[in-house]
Every structure is written in C-alpha cells, then in structure tokens.
C-alpha cells in the first residue's frame, strides 16, 4: 500500500481540460432564491476550484439556517461525463450524479440515485443552465419507484458584486 501510494506523488499532476474550465466559471459567491412547495426561501453559495482546479466545492446555505449542503463537481475524462456528489443537513445518504453539458443550450443536465422525501430510494434529475456568467438556475426532480417525475425545486442564483 505505501509503495502504491508514494508511486501517485511521481505522477505528472493531472491537467484541468476544458469541461473543468467551465466548471470555474461558476467561482464566486451566489445570493439564491429557492422556491419549492413549501415556499420561496432565501440563502447564499459559494463555489470555489480544488485540487488543481479538478474540482469545484460548493457549499450553500440558507439565510435562516434551516438548511446546507454541500457538493464537489468534477469531468472525469474516462467517462466522458460531469460527475457530482452532494451531502446536506436532512440526509445521512450523499446524492451521486453524472450527466452531460449541452454547450448550445448552456445547461447541465445530470441523473443519479439517492434518497427521496420518503428516504426510499429514489431517481432523481437536475437541469442547471446557465445563460451568463452572473446568473443561474437549477431546477430538481425526482422519480419513486411508486411515482411519475415531480419537480422537488428550483433555485434562481445571480452573483455578488
């Protein structure tokens, strides 16, 4: 095990490509507005480049510290395709998702597994776009094996200055 873990550090460091490049457009702190059916709340985001600008960590939370999350963003170039995994204060199950960027349209669509409002199992969807580079949109659905599509949320973003 040591001898393959010292073997990673006389690796060349990985190149960030251009998927990666995209995802640091996204840096910076965010307001948002997060609508759903219980209402519309307010919070901030905050995205920031690691690990040699492979990742982008986001963390958002709302103003009345009701809610927070947490993601890590990647490309992985064997795959072909953006991956997320995101962890927040109402489950114990992290989301796992992978999906595309359609450049024409400007929007990120991803799928994946996780827990739904019921904490079953359940599939879900998002579709970020993003028309300029000081606002965003993320919308989320989810699909029970007992159950059609239904929007869960939408979040508006539009960055401080």
Known sequence: MLLSFSSAFAQEPTKPTEEHQGLAKMEGDW??????????????ATYKMQDGGLWLASE???????FS??????????????????????STTPMIMEGTWD?????MTMTGKGPGPDGKPATFKSIGKHPDDDH?????????????ETKMLSIEYTRKK
């Open 69 to 90: 999350g947490h993601g890590i963003d990647g490309y992985d170039v064997a795959k072909k395709k953006f991956i997320g995994i995101w962890t927040d204060s109402v």
């Open 60 to 66: 958002f939370k709302m103003n009345d510290d009701s």
């Open 136 to 148: 965003m949109t993320f919308e989320l659905f989810v699909t029970s094996p007992a159950g059609p």
């Open 103 to 107: 450049d024409a349209e400007k929007m």
């Open 31 to 44: 307001d948002a507005v997060m609508k759903s059916e219980y209402g519309e709340s307010k919070g901030t």
